[in-house]
Nanobody, 123 residues
Framework: QVQLVESGGGLVQAGGSLRLSCAAS????????MGWFRQAPGKEREFVTAIDWTGASTYYADSVKGRFTISRDNAKNMVYLQMNSLKPEDTAVYYC????????????????WGRGTQVTVSS
């Protein structure tokens, strides 16, 4: 079983940057693909980015390509989301998810979730 805790959210002006972190418990973290999803008020949770268990493959939603970067450090049981050139439409609660081995873009495929961290981008 994996427990996930997100951190790093906050209030930032448009054009600014934030780095989100997701700390994972469990000795088998390296066998899990990790994903970041977000949910804005009144909207469904949506895929942002994901990375497979090796870190060799990454996936991004079109809306964040070129601005966001996902990475992982298996030695530290950490996943990161570097967010640059932030826009007001990036405002949401960001969630970290985990599933075995292969990353997907579908939220229901992920077995474990953190409680989320709020990101607010002001215009």
């Amino acid at each position: 079983q994996v427990q996930l805790v997100e951190s790093g959210g906050g209030l930032v002006q448009a054009g600014g940057s934030l780095r989100l972190s997701c700390a994972a418990s469990g000795r088998t973290f390296s066998r899990y693909a990790m994903g970041w999803f977000r949910q804005a008020p009144g909207k469904e949770r949506e895929f942002v980015t994901a990375i497979d268990w090796t870190g060799a493959s990454t996936y991004y939603a079109d809306s964040v390509k070129g601005r966001f970067t996902i990475s992982r450090d298996n030695a530290k049981n950490m996943v990161y989301l570097q967010m640059n050139s932030l826009k007001p439409e990036d405002t949401a609660v960001y969630y970290c998810g985990a599933r075995t081995l292969v990353a997907t873009t579908r939220g229901p495929d992920y077995n474990y979730w953190g409680r989320g961290t709020q990101v607010t981008v002001s215009s």
